[in-house]
């Protein structure tokens, strides 16, 4: 993770402001915050040749990606029949359910205010897993 540290102001908050957006902050309902650049993908989706198709998050951010190729040479093959994962900081909002025959998500928001899910798999070493081996308590 990187951070942006920034020295005492004393008092200049219009070198601030210039300062944000020189490090490609934008305000957002008063705040000013870091313009994203990446995005979490659907890596293990071969069809997904566009990132708005390989996009995995909130619906409501969907428009703000764009609908540009991904090159070739970016591309990941995880196909099915590669060893299970189990992956977490996707912020999952949903019902637990797999991402692909052999990908699980574990990280369903627990951490969120309201409504999030601790969630576990119980894996006895299947290589095709099963929506049925989740188990979760809701926050």
């Not at 219009?14 to 995005?39: A, C, S, W």
């Not at 951010?61 to 991904?70: G, R, T, Y």
């Not at 099915?80 to 909002?93: K, L, N």
Request: with cysteine.
């Amino acid at each position: 993770m990187k951070y942006d540290l920034i020295g005492d102001i004393h008092g200049h908050s219009e070198r601030l402001i210039e300062l944000l957006t020189k490090l490609d902050y934008q305000p957002v309902d008063g705040v000013y915050r870091h313009t994203r650049h990446q995005i979490r993908m659907k890596w293990w989706d071969a069809s997904a040749r566009t990132y708005r198709a390989a996009f995995l998050g909130p619906d409501s951010a969907l428009s703000h990606i764009p609908e540009d190729p991904i090159d070739v040479d970016h591309l990941i093959n995880y196909s099915s029949d590669e060893p299970p994962v189990f992956i977490g900081h996707y912020w999952m909002d949903s019902e637990p359910a797999l991402l692909a025959p052999n990908v699980a998500c574990l990280d369903y928001s627990v951490a969120a205010k309201r409504g999030g899910k601790l969630v576990a798999y119980r894996w006895d070493g299947e290589q095709q897993l099963s929506g049925d081996k989740f188990v979760y308590v809701v926050k």
